[in-house]
């Protein structure tokens, strides 16, 4: 299954958004923290003009606490990518796994390093079929990530495009400021603001 999202960059507080959607009738079903580490091989490859090619191939440990729940995950995300390099789809392959420490410890047994920590909080809002997570993302600011959860494996870029552009404009019709971006990538960005000590 290949699903779409866009994460956007929110221009306001994240209590300033949260009131908007609550008078829209939006409720807050989910508050999570999220610690991502991604691994990889590459690591020591890592330049300004490769990051996107040594995410995808890299394996991401999660962990993840949902409303006092532990979830711990290792994850693959294989993402579908136009010639512009905007995301189009992404096919996620994910296993449970209750011993993060030891999994890292495999994966650097197999020379993968840390590439990347990125850790956030999430706060969930749904109304009707529409779920919006803001994102607190350390070093990063407050995004914005809407997932479509239909099967879009097989569409055409333009199709997935068009969908896109259709969920962007939902988010505006809520009154959310953002900037013009649909695809803000955290661990890319994060990655590129520490090669260039930003």
Same mark, same amino acid.
């Given at each position: ?67 006092g729940e532990e979830i711990k995950k ?21 296993? +449970?796994?209750? %011993?993060?420490? !030891? /999994?890292? @410890? #495999? ?21 009707d079929n529409i779920e919006f997570a ?45 900037? +013009?971006?649909? %695809?803000?990538? !955290? /661990?890319? @960005? #994060? ?8």
């Open positions: 299954m290949e699903q779409i999202e866009i994460t956007v960059r929110v221009k306001e507080s994240l209590e300033d958004a949260i009131e908007k959607l609550e008078k829209a009738g939006f409720i807050l079903i989910r508050k999570s923290k999220v610690d991502d580490v991604y691994m990889s091989q590459l690591v020591d490859k890592l330049n300004n003009d490769n990051i996107q090619y040594i995410l995808s191939n890299s394996v991401l440990l999660r962990y993840l606490n949902q409303d290792i994850t693959y995300k294989n993402k579908k990518f136009d010639k512009n390099n905007n995301l189009l789809s992404e096919k996620k392959v994910s296993i +449970d796994c209750q %011993d993060l420490e !030891k /999994a890292r @410890e #495999l994966f650097e047994c197999l020379n993968f390093r840390e590439l990347i920590r990125v850790r956030y909080k999430v706060f969930a809002m749904k109304k803001f994102q607190l993302v350390d070093n990063l600011g407050l995004l914005l990530e809407y997932e479509n959860t239909n099967d879009y494996a097989g569409k055409s870029d333009i199709e997935i495009e068009k969908v896109k552009c259709k969920m962007f404009k939902e988010i505006h019709e809520f009154g959310i400021k953002t900037t +013009d971006e649909m %695809d803000v990538k !955290k /661990a890319e @960005e #994060l990655i590129y603001n520490k090669i260039n000590n930003l």
